[in-house]
């Protein structure tokens, strides 16, 4: 237990540390977020910060291997996938990628960590359970591709992806209370997570950048379906915890989608953007959201994982308030210029 403490203390350290040097770097090569009619934020910023995050995770999870808290294969999907994704993330930061080449490198990255976990297991729906085969990977590809984009356009504000990766890392170890591996995984990635917070909180000192979102957006769902392998019905669990940012970005590219706009295009019309415009600040947005997951969305997928409430059941009441939530906000209505 000492040995565990004492390697998220430091993954702390370091991830804070190596934050700042990358804050420094982006400054010496003029890698800066310019504020436009499509930004939400008013200062230059420097981006590329949550490298700090994957090179902290990807190395604390090398320790925990030889601690022998995670197994090989488990390793090998996070590993492959998450530097893909990353490696990709952190071109697209330095220079545009176009959109089909990064969505070429995330399909292969999802695979990759889908093959070393066994593929997506076994599902339940309503009553009917959906055997693991080519079907179901399918879908778990595309979940996991869908997750680290959405994941990536829900980064727009300061400290919120940060915020999100945090709490539902923290709902999930509640969960997953009876699986020591999966808990130090998790608290690790947090872990990781709070140093960069340190620069990230608002007002921002630096961004996550492309290679950080995309990172934690592909790590969040490999651990869903690691879990789900032990205890299936889990899996719904996750998709509540991860609600405000499942809904937010789903109903947003929906609408856009079906204005016939590019869905990979810059916008600021996401419910948590309109949410900022109107308070005028990134801090209470990121902090109700926070709240949000802990006080409503973390207990809800804590009753569905300990068999309290049906899976699809608990979807449904903790995704209904977020679609209203949504509307309200005019979640993906057309900017005015």
Known sequence: MLVIIGILLIAFVASALLTGLLRRYALAHSLIDIPNARSSHQLPTPRGGGLAIVIV???GLLFLLGLELVNMAAT?????ASIGVAFVGFLDDHGHVPA???LLIHFIAAAWGLFWLGGLPSLTFLGYVFDQGWLLNIMGLFYLVWLLNLYNFMDGIDGLASIE????CLGAGVLSFCQPGQICELALLAIAVAGFLLWNFPPAKIFMGDAGSGFLGIVLGLFSIQVTWVIPHFFWSWLILLGVF??????????????????????RSHAYQYAAR??????PVVLLIGAVNLCWLMPIALLVGFGQLGGLSGLIMAYFPLVLLAIKLKAGAEEKA
């Open 57 to 59: 995770f990807l190395v």
């Open 76 to 80: 090998w999907s996070l590993f492959g």
């Open 100 to 102: 089909v080449w990064r």
């Open 165 to 168: 990766a945090i709490t539902v």
């Open 246 to 267: 499942v809904v937010d970005a789903s109903w947003t590219l929906a609408r856009r989608f079906l204005r016939g706009e590019k869905i990979f295009q810059a916008h």
């Open 278 to 283: 109107h308070y005028g600040a990134h801090r």
